[in-house]
């Protein structure tokens, strides 16, 4: 059965160009009605533009489909919100996707740069999100797909300020994973790599050609389909390859004792334990926590 998404209203951030726009297209080829946002500023996040926006929507039409622009900035996420609401009635999925960069190592990245790429992908991503989910909760629908990034996963050099970023929206999906389940909302992460003016001076031009973004984009239509029941997890997704990234706790090293027990002297002597990943015998199991009381469960076990 194809998946189709007759009757759904998404929202696709920051879908004029590279990644978003190809989930835009995707989706009102399905049947969406699609509110294709997007600011149309630098890759640094400087000035803005309707034309991006503009361009998707018309491309949309052209092809039968519906859509319409909002050029916000992710910021002002309920204007976002509204748009969908004035045209479509509402909103059942959110594709939180708007990003820039700022890339400098940590010891020359201005606080602005810092502030302004966790405000961006961040807080635009809370705001665009709180605006929808009243109407998620009322109609017991909602399916939210976060864009993180290999690097809030892993660190990478220089992006200090999106790394912090990327790793937040993780938090917030899992969080909302949870507050939503009764709700029938769902909500996922993507660690997507994929050619777009963020990568293309990157990566060479073999490797583009290979991580194009219409290779990413089928795995964040299934997460918005009203089929997908799967909530809180993460997803790298690039050239072919969709695979699950999830946290895993090493079998660590129980302590058990009087107080002398506790002491820096003897992390120091049993590091190598509390860091190892193997089965132990008479210890806690590795395992892959997915919520706290995961973690409490350790001391029962112990
Ligand atoms: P892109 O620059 O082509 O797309 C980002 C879009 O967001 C642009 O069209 C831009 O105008 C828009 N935008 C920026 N700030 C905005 C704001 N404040 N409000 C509204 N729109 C805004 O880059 P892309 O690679 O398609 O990136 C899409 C998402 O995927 C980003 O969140 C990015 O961090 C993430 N990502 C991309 C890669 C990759 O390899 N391309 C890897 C990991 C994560």
Redesign the pocket.
Same mark, same amino acid.
């Given at each position: 059965m194809p998946l189709d998404f007759k009757d759904k209203v998404v929202i696709v951030?920051?879908?004029?160009?590279? *990644?978003?726009k190809v989930y835009a297209l995707d989706f009102a080829a399905r049947g969406a009605k699609v509110v294709v #946002?997007? *600011?149309?500023?630098s *890759?640094k996040?400087d000035g803005a533009s309707s034309k991006?926006a503009d361009i998707v929507v018309a491309e949309i039409k052209a092809a039968g489909g519906q859509a319409v622009a909002n050029y916000?900035? $992710?910021?002002d996420g309920a204007n976002i919100v509204k748009t969908a609401v004035e045209a479509f009635g509402t909103v059942h999925v959110i594709i939180n #996707?708007?990003?820039?960069l700022r890339d400098s190592a940590f010891k020359n990245m201005p606080e602005k740069d810092f502030k302004l790429v966790l405000d $961006?992908?961040l807080n635009?991503a809370y705001k665009v999100t709180k605006a929808a989910w009243p109407y998620f909760r009322d109609q017991k629908y909602g399916r939210i797909v976060n864009?993180?990034?290999?690097?809030g996963l892993y660190g990478n050099f220089g992006q200090a300020n999106?790394a912090t970023a990327?790793l937040a929206l993780v938090g917030f999906a899992e969080t909302l994973a949870k507050e939503g389940a009764k709700y029938n909302i769902r909500a996922n992460v993507i660690?997507? *790599?994929?050619?777009?003016?963020?990568?293309e001076d990157l990566l060479p031009p073999d490797v583009l050609e290979k991580?194009l973004?219409e290779k990413v984009s089928p795995l964040v239509q299934y997460l918005a389909h009203a089929d997908n029941q799967t909530s809180g997890a993460i997803f790298e997704v690039a050239g072919g390859f969709f695979g699950q990234v999830k946290w895993q706790r090493s079998s660590g090293q129980i302590f058990r004792g009087d107080e002398e027990t506790f002491t820096p002297e003897a992390i120091l002597n049993q590091f190598d334990s509390i860091m190892d990943f193997g089965e132990k015998p008479f210890n806690v199991k590795t395992s892959y926590p997915t919520q706290v009381s995961d973690y409490l469960s350790i001391l029962e076990e112990s």
């Open positions: 951030t920051g879908a004029g160009s590279g *990644l978003g #946002n997007d *600011l149309g500023g *890759l996040g991006n916000d900035n $992710v910021l #996707n708007a990003g820039i $961006v992908h635009g864009t993180a990034s290999p690097a999106y990327k660690a997507p *790599l994929a050619k777009s003016r963020m990568t991580i973004p």
